[in-house]
């Protein structure tokens, strides 16, 4: 749960991140980063769409959409990779590892000190400007596996 000394302070770094980019201030553009703010999960697009929607109907998904890959572009978000093939945005910046379960889809953030440690091997350094690292497990989840058919081994290749 955000401090309201957190918040404030992400709310002055998202005016500060957009007029670094001549990005004007709208109210839709500030409520889909409120709500961004405030996700704790990793949602879609078609997600934020239809929240947004209900304080700003006249509002397409398409604006949402160019909305969230600006705001990926210029640093507030991240897009995270997904299995599913729908583009999924984390707003949490902070360095951290992901898991997706195969069966649902769930994207969960976890932290390992051994994987922020992982180097990246020298010849990639020689031809690529590397920004960022991250570890993705591909997992079946808790509520997965339980609920897996009887006799079913819940793991492994299928």
Do not use: W
Request: charged fraction near 20%; glycine fraction near 6%; hydrophobic fraction near 40%.
């Amino acid at each position: 749960m955000l401090t309201m000394n957190d918040a404030v302070a992400e709310s002055d770094r998202f005016v500060a991140v957009c007029r670094q980019h001549n990005l004007k201030i709208t109210p839709q553009r500030t409520a889909i980063y409120l709500l961004l703010r405030d996700c704790r999960d990793h949602p879609s697009a078609d997600y934020v769409y239809r929240l947004v929607k209900r304080e700003f109907p006249n509002i397409s998904f398409e604006t949402v959409n160019r909305t969230l890959l600006t705001f990926a572009a210029i640093g507030l978000i991240s897009i995270v990779e997904s299995t599913s093939g729908v583009r999924r945005f984390d707003p949490d910046l902070k360095n951290h590892h992901h898991m997706h379960c195969i069966r649902c889809g769930a994207i969960i953030d976890f932290q390992h000190q051994g994987y922020d440690a992982l180097e990246v091997p020298d010849p990639l350094y020689e031809e690529y400007c590397v920004l960022s690292r991250r570890v993705v497990l591909h997992v079946i989840c808790p509520a997965c596996i339980k609920s897996a058919p009887a006799g079913s081994s819940g793991g492994g290749a299928e």
